[in-house]
Structures are given as C-alpha cells and as structure tokens.
C-alpha cells in the first residue's frame, strides 16, 4: 500500500534519552526505541517505564511518533508478562509497537487490540504474501527485508495490504534477520533473543573478514524511495551515539525535505559519522558482490570521535494558553504550541468568593509554572477570562494545569478494559509420529528402500528435478522475492500433488500459496516458534505440523508439541550472497566451507538461486538419547541432511534407529548451545 503523504516518515533510533532528543532536534518524523526487555537491542541502555513515559512525552509535544521494540522470539513464561507489557504501553500513548514473534502478535492483538504493531524485520518479510499474511495477522505495516531490490520494493509497496517500511541506513546482518542462528547454537547468545555476539564480524579462512558487511546508506537513491511510495524510511542505530543519531537523521531530514540524492559532501558528512569502510547499497542495485564487505578501521573510529562527544538537552516548546473561569460553568485552559499542537481540558466550576476572590495575577502564575514537563509557558502568555468574585482552590487549578500539559504532551494515559491473561493450553500440536526429513542443497538422496526410518514426509525443492520416491514432499525455498514468485508457480504446477501432498514452508508468506495449491503444510524451524500461541497462530492460518525452534529446550518442547529437530547439521544463516561463488568458484558449490578462529568448519551449500546456506559445524543428534525424547512427549522428529552422501544417511539412520552414538563426530544435543565430543 502506497503511501497517503508527500513523502515517507523518516524514523530514527534511540538507544538512551539523549539520543531521543537529538532524534528529534535532527528533523525525525518518528523515533523507536526499547524497552528493558523483549527487544532486539539487549545491549544497548534503553528505557524503563518512567522513561517511556517520559519519552512519550517528550516526542508528542514537538509533533514526533514514539514506536517501541518488543522483537524477540517470547517463551511461553513470558507471555503473560508481554501481553500486560504491551497494555502499559498502550496506556501510556505510544503510537505504534514493533514485533516479531507470532504468538506475541497474536496475544497482543486480542488483549489489547487498539495497538498499532509494526511487523519487524525479524519476521524475514520479502514478498506481498508475506505482508498481507502479517496485515491479516493485525500488523499495519511491515518492515521489509534488507536484502531487496529496488524493484522488488516497489513492487510489494504497490501490491500489499500494510504500509511499507524499509531500512535507510545503518549496519547490516550477512543473514536474513530473524533467520540466523549463529550466535546462538555456536556461542550460546541467541539473536532471536536481543542478545547477538556478531560472529559475522569475526575473521574466517586464515584472518579474512567475508561475513563482515559494509553499512547500508541509501542517501543516492532517496528520489528513488519518495517515488516507489514506501511509507517509512528508517535508519538503524540504537546501539550508537546521541552525535550520530543527530547527524545522520539531519542529512536524511534535508535530503526528503529537498526530494533529491546527496551530495559527495553529505556522504563524506555520513562516513565520518560512521562506517565500516564505506558504505554499500548492493542489495538495492542488485550488484551483490564482495565490494559489500567492510571492517571498521582505526581511521573509521578516529572520524567518528568528535561526533560522540556531541551534548543533547531537552527543547521545551513554547506555548499560549486561553483560559476560561466564569460563573456557573466550568474551568477550562486550552492550551497552543509554538508548531500548532493544541490541547484542552476541563476542570470544576467555580465558587461565590467568600473572603478572597480569585486575581488575574494569581491565576497566571499558578498556572505558568509547567515544572517537569516539555512545556513552557509565561504568565504573559495566558489569554485569562476571568469573572470578579470567584475562588477556585490551588489543588483544583494545579490539577486543570496538569490535565492540559498532559494532553498537549500526548501523555494522558488511555483507558483500556482489565483483563485476566489465559495462556493458551499445553500442547496445542499433537502430531505424535509424524517424522520429517528435509534434504538441502545437493545432497545425495537415496531411495526408499534404502532408507530405513519411515519418514511420513521427506522433503526437496520445488526447483529440484528427479526426486526419488523417498521425497513425498516440496519445500519452498525460505526467500522467495516478488521477482521470483511466477518461477515458483511454475515448479508448483509441475508438482503431482497425489503423489506428493506436503508442502515445508520456511516463511510466513508462503502459508497462502501451499493452500491455494492444496498442500498440507509442515511449518519449518524458520517460522520460529518458541510459544504456543505462535503454534496457534499458525495452526489458524492452516499448518497441519509444526517444527520448533531448535533454540528451545526438550522441557519447552513438550509444552508445545510438535516436531523437534533430532537429526542434521542446523542451518546457522541464509545469506543473499554466493560465498560459494565469490571465495571458491562455482565448481565447488558441494565442498564449500568457513573456518573459525579454532578450526571449526561451517560448510556451505547453495539454496535458491544462488543464496547460501551456512551450516553448524556441529550435528545436532539425538539417535543415543532418545530415553530423553521419549521423557519430554518428543512424537515427532526431524532430520535436515545437507552434506551427506547417500551411504552416510543410511549409516547414520541406521544408528539412529539403533539408539548408537555416532563415532568420531562432534554433535551437538536439543536445548544444549555448546557442542561435545
């Protein structure tokens, strides 16, 4: 959906109270920020509720939204504490919220539903299905994925349901957002939760940085972005400082204000502001190539002192105000802004004076005197209608001046009927024995016969030709784009339904076009559910099964049911980029691989087209504990094969059927981050 404005909102980050004001000094339409918990910023300061409070405030009396970020995956002993989370939130005025998990989107929704959501970035949004699944869900708007083209905006923009909101400039993820599991299953801090270690920016292959991308900066493309009608355009950085935040949503105010590209000075003016190296805008032109990558350099870090050292204090807005005290009706103070923000209240009516009556003197300083607010207002600047002979208490006109400051603020609370939270029932799947397998990239699939696990339903592309009868099952690729949708209906005409009636689905766009063609849906691990009310979320937009997030625990598991993955080298990133391509040649697409620091190897195998899927080091296995499988209700079980030839799978279900430790390998456990021998 097009825009209804001119131009787009400029929405700018704010990690701390100084970075809010400088976002706001700087010409931000919108700012967002994080509360203490649930969003994706773990580390930076962020905000309690005092402080957002305050921030509401703050950004409603200069005419600016406040958006905040509850964009971690939840776990069921969460829920509770988000939902009633999100009703303070709302109570409080912000304008919209920013989610990413399904069972939160949904509880949310129900429990408070006059909040606006943003879906978030981690919600791996890239195509129209995908926005008009989250508007359906109740977003409003969707944050798309960084990695589209020009085209590909525009074309979801002009087609969707929701507004648009794409990223204009800050630091860049290697992987999909919402789709990496890096930090979590290698270092135990998982990114879905806030709390990402960065291995994209550490060295691989003897020292070298492939994985380390350059910052995103649009700024030569804004005329492009007001034309393809997105609705928001939003710059990325609540981790940085107050100086950048200015600096970078100044240039960016100018550059819309002005509708034109910058300058070679504006960009020199961003890079000194921050960069890794340079900037990129390569998934925007589609010229994805190794010149996206970039390490911050000790120049980059010496350019950018001086603008951290930058000092930001609240503005007050000056205000007027008209004030109304007239016998037999009640009090009244509306009240005007200096940039036309008016607001009114209504206070009681006066009484018959009886010593000493009401003075234009007293009533104007009592009721200039604003104290903590944004607001300033002199006694000079109150139009007073008073009528001799009244007397209105101190108490009653503070509490008229208090109302009215409130109101122009943005900050009187908002009602919202109480409720008693009901957390969805335990086990909302029950899909007992339906075990799943999965084979990516090329590998070696063998026959039925010589496969000695009954899988109910395995697994290959849709794109993939000649698939033996062990494959009973498509899997749609994880990243489809709007340019590629007519490629995938054409492999999905091609597909016999009867004899293969499952569908994996790995993205929330793809749930509408497995049930026009008629598939029963198998959900992947990449629709992320760690909640049950994400499980029935998806169970009411038509799943018939359900793979967990391999990022939860066995106990977590059986209170949710569903698949768990018991078997297969956990893919860790789907990248845009072909490192295969780039860093070793299309010949070695089979035996590609990243080494870390302490010789562990990631292999690497192409997904569609030619994205990349980063694979663990690690198997996950659990064939030699499934006593504990068994101790946590685990019916149903997934195997990924990825790497493995043909002989290899059938040794390794062979030992898995057997309940044999696999020798020689490492693996890693379900619910366990570190791998062991």
């Known amino acids: 959906m097009k825009r209804k404005n001119k131009l787009p909102e400029l929405l700018a980050p704010a990690g701390n109270f100084e970075c809010l004001v400088a976002a706001v000094s700087a010409g931000a339409d919108a700012v967002y920020v994080g509360g203490k918990?649930?969003?994706?910023?773990?580390?930076?300061?962020?905000?309690?509720?005092?402080?957002?409070?305050?921030?509401?405030?703050?950004?409603?009396?200069?005419?600016?939204?406040?958006?905040?970020?509850?964009?971690?995956?939840?776990?069921?002993?969460?829920?509770?504490?988000?939902?009633?989370?999100?009703?303070?939130?709302?109570?409080?005025?912000?304008?919209?919220?920013?989610?990413?998990?399904?069972?939160?989107?949904?509880?949310?929704?129900?429990?408070?539903?006059?909040?606006?959501?943003?879906?978030?970035?981690?919600?791996?949004?890239?195509?129209?299905?995908?926005?008009?699944?989250?508007?359906?869900?109740?977003?409003?708007?969707?944050?798309?994925?960084?990695?589209?083209?020009?085209?590909?905006?525009s074309l979801v923009t002009e087609r969707c349901k929701s507004e648009v909101e794409v990223f204009l400039h800050g630091a860049l993820c290697v992987c999909y957002s919402g789709q990496c599991l890096f930090s979590s299953m290698v270092g135990g801090r998982s990114g879905n939760r806030g709390e990402c270690a960065q291995p994209c920016r550490l060295p691989y292959n003897n020292g070298k940085y492939p994985l380390s991308l350059k910052d995103l900066s649009l700024a030569g493309h804004v005329r492009e972005l007001i034309s393809c009608g997105v609705a928001s355009l939003k710059i990325e950085g609540r981790m940085k400082s107050a100086g950048y935040v200015y600096t970078v949503t100044k240039i960016y105010r100018r550059l819309l204000d002005e509708g034109r590209d910058a300058t070679a000075e504006e960009m020199n003016e961003l890079r000194r502001a921050f960069s890794r190296g340079g900037f990129t805008d390569g998934y925007l032109t589609g010229k994805i190539k190794s010149g996206m990558t970039g390490v911050r350099a000790d120049a980059d870090k010496e350019e950018s002192r001086a603008i951290s050292e930058i000092e930001f204090l609240p503005n007050k807005v000056k205000a007027r105000a008209k004030v109304l005290i007239k016998r037999g009706e009640p009090s009244e103070m509306t009240l005007v802004a200096e940039n036309g923000r008016e607001a009114r209240a209504v206070g009681p009516v006066p009484n018959d004076a009886i010593h000493s009556p009401l003075t234009s003197d007293e009533v104007k300083a009592r009721l200039s005197k604003m104290g903590n607010t944004f607001i300033s207002l002199s006694a000079d600047a109150i139009d007073l209608v008073l009528d001799e002979g009244l007397n209105l208490s101190p108490g009653a006109l503070n509490a008229l001046r208090r109302e009215a400051a409130a109101a122009l603020e943005g900050a009187a609370e908002r009602e919202l009927d109480l409720f008693e939270y009901a957390l969805p029932e335990k086990r909302p799947i029950r899909t007992q024995g339906f075990d799943t397998a999965v084979f990516l990239g090329d590998c070696e699939i063998p026959d039925k016969s010589d496969v000695q696990y009954p899988f109910r339903a395995g697994f290959a592309s849709v794109f993939r030709a000649d698939l033996p009868d062990t494959v009973n099952g498509i899997y749609i690729p994880p990243i489809i784009t709007e340019g590629e949708l007519q490629a995938l209906f054409g492999a999905l005409d091609r597909v016999d339904i009867e004899k293969r009636p499952y569908a994996l689905v790995s993205n929330l766009g793809h749930i509408a076009i497995a049930k026009k063609y008629g598939f029963k849906i198998v959900i992947d691990f990449r629709l992320n559910v760690t909640n049950r009310a994400a499980a029935k979320a998806l169970l009411e937009l038509g799943a018939e099964h359900i793979i967990l997030s391999p990022e939860l625990t066995l106990p977590k598991c059986r209170d949710i049911g569903g698949g768990v993955?018991?078997?297969?080298?956990?893919?860790?990133?789907?990248?845009?980029?072909?490192?295969?391509?780039?860093?070793?040649?299309?010949?070695?697409?089979?035996?590609?691989?990243?080494?870390?620091?302490?010789?562990?190897?990631?292999?690497?195998?192409?997904?569609?087209?030619?994205?990349?899927?980063?694979?663990?080091?690690?198997?996950?296995?659990?064939?030699?504990?499934?006593?504990?499988?068994?101790?946590?209700?685990?019916?149903?079980?997934?195997?990924?094969?990825s790497t493995e030839r043909s002989g290899e799978i059938k040794k390794n279900l062979s030992d898995f059927v057997a309940a044999k430790p696999l020798k020689n390998m490492t693996v890693r456990r379900v619910g366990r981050r570190k791998s062991e021998g």
């Open 37 to 153: 918990r649930f969003g994706a910023r773990a580390y930076a300061k962020n905000f309690d509720l005092d402080e957002l409070k305050r921030a509401v405030a703050y950004c409603h009396i200069h005419n600016v939204k406040l958006y905040v970020t509850v964009n971690t995956l939840i776990e069921d002993i969460e829920m509770r504490e988000v939902v009633e989370y999100a009703a303070e939130l709302y109570r409080i005025g912000i304008d919209a919220l920013i989610a990413a998990d399904l069972g939160a989107i949904r509880e949310i929704r129900k429990y408070v539903p006059d909040l606006e959501i943003h879906a978030s970035t981690q919600m791996s949004v890239h195509n129209t299905d995908g926005a008009d699944e989250a508007y359906r869900l109740g977003c409003s708007r969707v944050v798309l994925a960084r990695e589209l083209s020009l085209s590909d905006i």
């Open 565 to 641: 993955i018991v078997y297969g080298r956990i893919p860790l990133m789907i990248t845009e980029r072909c490192f295969i391509c780039e860093n070793y040649g299309c010949s070695k697409c089979s035996s590609a691989s990243l080494v870390d620091r302490k010789g562990e190897k990631f292999p690497i195998v192409r997904e569609y087209q030619h994205r990349n899927l980063i694979l663990n080091s690690a198997i996950t296995y659990m064939g030699d504990r499934q006593g504990e499988l068994a101790k946590s209700s685990v019916g149903s079980r997934h195997f990924i094969f």
